[in-house]
């Protein structure tokens, strides 16, 4: 072997040298140290072979953590959404707030009041850490936190209907995905449907038509995923609370996303909050807790004690009962509502806050970066239509921006999938035969780590 590439092979840092660097503290030891023989394989090949000059320890160490990062140590694990849909259901919904999510991470490692009081030293309830929240957040007399809302209404159909028949719309027999499906929950609750009305028009008269002896309750349904527009009606909520009372029943309604503040600040169309649907007499509300709340899987039960009483009573609610890292996820989420702004710190509704003007910024600060890194790709800086997701808002569109690529190398199907495989993998759009980025579901430290990835994702043979 010729003296200087033994030389340069010298010059290679050390196995226990790398092994001693701070940056390295963090991750696991077994996998550092494999992680570090591969990386010095590579660099001894690279050496012998393209007879490269030795790297700087610098440069290893960096290799060696960009390495450790590619080693996928958990299946289930971040990704950067880079699709422009806010509430993407697939790629886990609602992001949550850092400050709530260094809380939940604390009650998770520790032991923590969840049933229990710490004044009288006696057991309590699970509810009571959100209970004031919600009742402030939306006027309700009480409320009760399950597994997700398809929980919520499973529990509220099954204590309150229990057998009898529920009063529902055929504009509102809706499926939201991933197939459920309100008719088949409601037969699953024990409860019968009696529709009522067309897919278009349902009257006030029609509810009243069907109500008799064996009635249970009247359900309303928020139509979440669709819009029938053009010949439509339903009753006002106000008149179908005063019909439900009038014949001692009481009125559901599966509000799906659940609102509590008003986005058309954002450009939103309107949309009644959970408080305004409860001031109008509705005596329960049903709804997410990672959609537009933004907090993590949860159903919440809000409503009149006397309901919510029955409820608490049923034996179901142990089956779907939500853990303490719900719990935190909720509380924390809940009180940014109360003492910030919400519109800033709830990162759900931060995305939708973000006006045009603002991701224009920031898709010309990525295009900007990977000019800087990327020579021979087309870059360009182009509006796009963002979505809300989750089922909410259908047919709305949020206008944004997103930096679309061309790469003269490699297709664009392939591209998508080595950005997908990329540790941190980055979901990716595709627009005219291009790859784009829209800016409006990602962080500015995600749109920093793009240049650098997709450098990766080119390199890699
Ligand atoms: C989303 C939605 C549900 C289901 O809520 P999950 O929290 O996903 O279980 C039920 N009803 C309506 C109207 C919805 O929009």
């Known amino acids: ?70 080693q996928r140590v958990y299946h289930l694990h971040t990704l950067i959404n880079a699709t422009g849909t806010v509430l993407h259901t697939n790629l886990g919904r609602a992001r949550i707030n850092d400050t709530v999510s260094t809380h939940i991470a604390q009650i998770a490692s520790s032991y923590s009041n969840v049933e229990y009081d710490v004044d009288t030293g006696q057991r309590s309830s699970r509810y009571q850490h959100v209970q004031r929240l919600i009742q402030t957040l939306t006027g309700a007399e009480d409320c009760l936190i399950v597994n997700n809302n398809a929980a919520a209404v499973l529990l509220a159909l099954s204590t309150i209907v229990s057998g009898r028949e529920v009063i529902l719309s055929r504009g509102e027999l809706v499926e939201i995905g991933g197939k459920f ?25 029609d509810y009243e038509k069907a109500i008799q002896e064996d009635t249970g309750a009247i359900l309303k349904v928020h139509t979440s995923n669709y819009r029938i527009i053009g010949f439509t009606s339903c009753p006002d909520i106000a008149d179908l609370v005063a019909l439900a009372h009038q014949h001692d029943l009481p009125l559901l309604y599966d509000l799906g996303s659940g609102l509590l503040v008003d986005l058309q600040a954002v450009g939103l169309p309107y949309e009644p909050t959970v408080k305004e649907i409860l001031q109008q007499g509705c005596d329960v509300v049903l709804f997410s807790g990672d959609k537009l709340l933004g907090s993590g899987q949860a159903g919440i039960i809000a409503g009149s004690a006397r309901c919510i009483e029955k409820m608490k009573q049923n034996q179901l609610l142990r089956a779907l009962r939500v853990d303490k890292l719900t719990l935190a996820a909720l509380e924390g989420t809940l009180q940014l509502y109360i003492e910030k702004d919400p519109l800033q710190e709830i990162p759900v509704l931060a995305m939708l806050a973000t006006s045009q ?8 600060m990525l295009a900007a970066a990977l000019r800087q890194d990327h020579t021979v790709l087309e870059i ?16 709305c569109t949020l206008p944004g921006y997103m ?19 990329h540790n941190p993998a980055v ?4 627009h005219q035969n291009k790859i784009a980025f829209s800016v409006r579901t990602m962080t500015d430290e995600e749109i920093t780590c793009i240049p650098q990835i997709l450098k990766e994702c080119m390199d890699r043979s």
């Open 427 to 430: 979901i990716s759009r595709i």
């Open 181 to 205: 499906r309100i008719p088949e929950v409601i037969k699953q609750s024990g409860g019968l449907i009696h529709e009522v009305g067309t897919t278009n028009k349902t009257h006030l008269a």
């Open 357 to 364: 003007e603002m991701c224009l910024q920031k898709a010309k």
């Open 380 to 395: 360009e800086v182009m509006s796009c239509e963002d979505v809300v997701g989750g089922g909410a808002y259908p047919g």
């Open 403 to 421: 930096v679309a690529i061309s790469m003269p190398a490699m297709s664009v199907n392939e591209c998508q999938r080595r950005l997908r495989q």
């Open 1 to 70: 072997m010729d003296e200087w590439v033994q030389r340069q092979l010298q010059a290679l840092p050390q196995v226990d040298l790398l092994l001693r660097q701070p940056e390295l503290s963090k991750w696991n030891r077994t996998a550092c140290k494999e992680a570090v023989r591969s990386v010095l394989q590579q660099w001894r090949q690279r050496i012998v072979q393209k007879h490269m000059t030795a790297p700087s320890i610098t440069q290893v160490i960096h290799d060696i953590i960009m390495q450790l990062q590619r």
